[in-house]
T-cell receptor, first 115, second 113 residues
């Protein structure tokens, strides 16, 4: 299967700072990338969908000014958590799919802790 | 809007036994895909099996098979010869035209030695 690499695997940051998470498709062109948030023992909650070269589409209730998503190339999407607060602490997962894919391929996830 | 329901929060099975995980969904779409994903303690999402709605034949991948009942909108996963490495959360998921996945709440499966 195709490989999606997410970096970093874990990050600790101070309240008020911003943190960037990268999601790369290593061996295919990802026309669409998805960003999820997951709390312990719960399901994945879709935050936003991004298509290469266009603005991300955010799910209802997700603050687009807080969670900045950029999908500037067919192999890279980034999620920036701006002015992070402890309540932003969570597990963030990206997934990617190409035009010929029926399935999405997932990154390893990023555990964010805001102190 | 699509919904995916996994009503069992957790299950336990003895090693080498068979277990079935339930999933129902609701949609007005006629063409869609259904998936089962596994999330072990590492939290990496792993695709277990995929079913195209237009195919009547149930998908099978080694010890994993599905019972797809389109009219009943049911999509259960059967794990045969359960192994300790099958211990994980399992998510049922749906995908249609918009290309985004809708996940169920998940079920925690524990395989006992």
């Amino acid at each position: 299967g195709a490989v999606v690499s997410q970096h970093p695997s874990w990050v600790i940051c101070k309240s008020g700072t911003s943190v960037k998470i990268e999601c790369r498709s290593l061996d295919f062109q990802a026309t669409t990338m998805f960003w999820y948030r997951q709390f312990p023992k719960q399901s994945l909650m879709l935050m936003a969908t991004s298509n290469e070269g266009s603005k991300a589409t955010y799910e209802q209730g997700v603050e687009k000014d807080k969670f900045l998503i950029n999908h500037a190339s067919l192999t890279l999407s980034t999620l920036t958590v701006t002015s992070a607060h402890p309540e932003d602490s969570s597990f963030y997962i990206c997934s990617a799919s190409g035009t010929m894919n029926t399935e999405a391929f997932f990154g390893q996830g990023t555990r964010l802790t805001v102190v | 809007a699509q919904t995916v329901t996994q009503s069992q929060p957790e299950m336990s099975v003895q090693e080498a036994e068979t277990v079935t995980l339930s999933c129902t969904y609701d949609t007005s779409e006629s063409n869609y895909y259904l998936f089962w994903y596994k999330q072990p303690p590492s939290r990496q999402m792993i695709l277990v099996i995929r079913q195209e709605a237009y195919k009547q034949q149930n998908a099978t991948e080694n010890r994993f098979s599905v019972n797809f009942q389109k009219a009943a909108k049911s999509f259960s996963l059967k794990i045969s010869d359960s192994q300790l490495g099958d211990t994980a959360m399992y998510f049922c998921a749906f995908k249609a035209r918009l290309n985004k996945l809708t996940f169920g709440k998940g079920i925690t499966l524990s395989v006992r030695p």
